[in-house]
T-cell receptor
Framework: GIQVEQSPPDLILQEGANSTLRCNFSDSVNNLQWFHQNPWGQLINLFYIPSGTKQNGRLSATTVATERYSLLYISSSQTTDSGVYFCAGVRSGTYKYIFGTGTRLKVLA | GAVVSQHPSRVICKSGTSVKIECRSLDFQATTMFWYRQFPKQSLMLMATSNEGSKATYEQGVEKDKFLINHASLTLSTLTVTSAHPEDSSFYIC????????????FGPGTRLTVL
């Protein structure tokens, strides 16, 4: 099956710092989403980004489908950015999402 | 738009009892809903895919007789954990697809199940 590796697994930032999170797929996926799981467990959709680049405020994402990776950029991080970030892709021919291993982010005040 | 709710948010039960978790799409019709399980500090694992009016499709290794799924309408899917045991304690999350955006899933807030 498809493997989805995220790096780094853990990240500690000082408030105001920038960071880049990476998601690598072992095989091609049709769609890709980035999620933020807050400390209460709620998954929040950040980006639906099968290819190209999107920006939303301090966050932006880039997916290079041909090279099977995606990047999530967080600029000027805030303590509310803390939580776990997951990427997920869909296997070809299905609508089943395969989740990555996650990046656990802690932003210090 | 695309809001998904789950009920209850937290449940504690005794070993051997059954627990039902509801997943509702509040402002859209969901052709397909998905049920995930998440253990502490781990990623989400897909348990089953639920289509309105038909039997659920379970992932390999998931016991269909233990995790009963019913998708009674385009806005409601239920997961029943039967004869729960402590190892069933976990965070259960549902998601739903809209008809107009089949490639994107929207997630419920999750249900934390603790079996004593």
């Amino acid at each position: 099956g498809i493997q989805v590796e995220q790096s780094p697994p853990d990240l500690i930032l000082q408030e105001g710092a920038n960071s880049t999170l990476r998601c690598n797929f072992s095989d091609s996926v049709n769609n890709l989403q980035w999620f933020h799981q807050n400390p209460w467990g709620q998954l929040i959709n950040l980006f639906y980004i099968p290819s190209g680049t999107k920006q939303n405020g301090r966050l932006s994402a880039t997916t290079v489908a041909t090279e099977r990776y995606s990047l999530l950029y967080i600029s000027s991080s805030q303590t509310t950015d803390s939580g776990v970030y997951f990427c997920a892709g869909v296997r070809s021919g299905t609508y089943k999402y395969i989740f990555g291993t996650g990046t656990r982010l802690k932003v210090l005040a | 738009g695309a809001v998904v709710s789950q009920h209850p948010s937290r449940v504690i039960c005794k070993s051997g009892t059954s627990v039902k978790i509801e997943c509702r799409s509040l402002d859209f019709q969901a052709t397909t809903m998905f049920w995930y399980r998440q253990f502490p500090k781990q990623s989400l694992m897909l348990m089953a895919t639920s289509n309105e009016g038909s039997k659920a499709t379970y992932e390999q290794g998931v016991e269909k007789d233990k995790f009963l799924i019913n998708h009674a309408s385009l806005t409601l899917s239920t997961l029943t954990v039967t004869s729960a045991h402590p190892e069933d304690s976990s965070f259960y999350i549902c998601s739903a697809q809209t008809l107009r955006a089949l490639n994107e899933q929207f997630f419920g807030p999750g249900t934390r199940l603790t079996v004593l």
